[in-house]
């Protein structure tokens, strides 16, 4: 396993980003992500320490831009901690996958919570700002170019804070997650997440494409931060 992951493997698939995915698969692999986020991806701590601080109870509404939102878990669980402490945000969750989009605009509607299927350039093109920019899991579905446009339209939507956070390629992640994923059945979760894990960055890796300004940091449970701050 050691040999797999010394090298990201940019050949690699996931099974739901193909356009003949199983489609109830599919809806299933959505819908567990909110489990997964919850448990896995490290949100509640960045939102304590990088979103709260720079947030009010009174005034304008901060805003915040998720990028590749997916089935929208991310943005209603941001939304919703800021309103049980009383503070006031509006999100835009956008997703380039018709089918993403479509699922997210599905959810139950959530005061200051809105979907669309837009890429980030789009946002770019309108003249779009957000105090903060946002990602989760999506910096290893890109190729090196790609990433680099991803870290320039950021930069260009975001006011105060860009937060791209994303896994880190390992032999223990994949082990872990291997044996932690067997309870999610009838959905891509397991099998897409390993391939994820195999088509993460390194932190070092990471750092040498990340433009000056940027800063990767490791998180626990196998994440990493890309982050440009502001303030």
């Given at each position: 396993m050691d040999l797999m992951m010394r090298q990201r493997a940019v050949d690699a698939v996931e099974i739901m980003d193909r356009p003949d995915c199983d489609a109830r698969l599919l809806q299933n692999t959505y819908r567990q992500f909110a489990v997964v986020n919850r448990v896995l991806a490290g949100w509640r701590r960045l939102?304590?320490?990088?979103?709260?601080?720079?947030?009010?109870a009174n005034g304008a509404p901060a805003t915040l831009l998720d990028i590749g939102a997916g089935g929208g878990d991310?943005?209603?669980?941001?939304?919703?901690?800021a309103r049980?402490?009383?503070?006031?945000?509006?999100?835009?969750?956008?997703?380039?996958?018709?089918?993403a989009a479509?699922?997210?605009?599905g959810r139950p509607p959530l005061p200051g919570?809105?979907?669309?299927?837009?890429h980030?350039?789009?946002?770019?093109?309108?003249g779009r700002r957000f105090?903060?920019?946002?990602?989760?899991?999506?910096?290893?579905?890109?190729?090196?170019?790609?990433?680099?446009?991803?870290?320039?339209?950021?930069?260009?939507?975001?006011?105060?804070?860009?937060?791209?956070?994303?896994?880190?390629r390992s032999p223990a992640a994949y082990a872990l997650f291997s044996a932690a994923a067997l309870p999610f059945r009838r959905s891509f979760i397991r099998?897409?997440?390993?391939?994820?894990?195999?088509?993460?960055?390194?932190p070092t890796e990471l750092a040498a494409l990340a433009p000056p300004g940027w800063n990767v940091e490791t998180r626990p449970k196998f994440h990493q931060i890309l982050a440009l701050r502001r303030t």
């Open positions: 939102y304590a320490r990088e979103l709260r601080p720079s947030m009010s991310l943005a209603q669980m941001l939304a919703g901690w049980r402490d009383g503070l006031a945000l509006h999100i835009t969750g956008i997703d380039p996958d018709p089918r479509a699922y997210a605009l919570v809105q979907f669309r299927q837009a980030s350039a789009d946002l770019v093109r309108e105090d903060f920019v946002v990602s989760n899991h999506v910096l290893h579905h890109l190729s090196a170019h790609e990433l680099q446009q991803l870290l320039a339209d950021s930069a260009a939507l975001s006011t105060k804070k860009a937060l791209h956070n994303d896994l880190r099998a897409d997440g390993l391939t994820s894990i195999r088509r993460s960055y390194t």
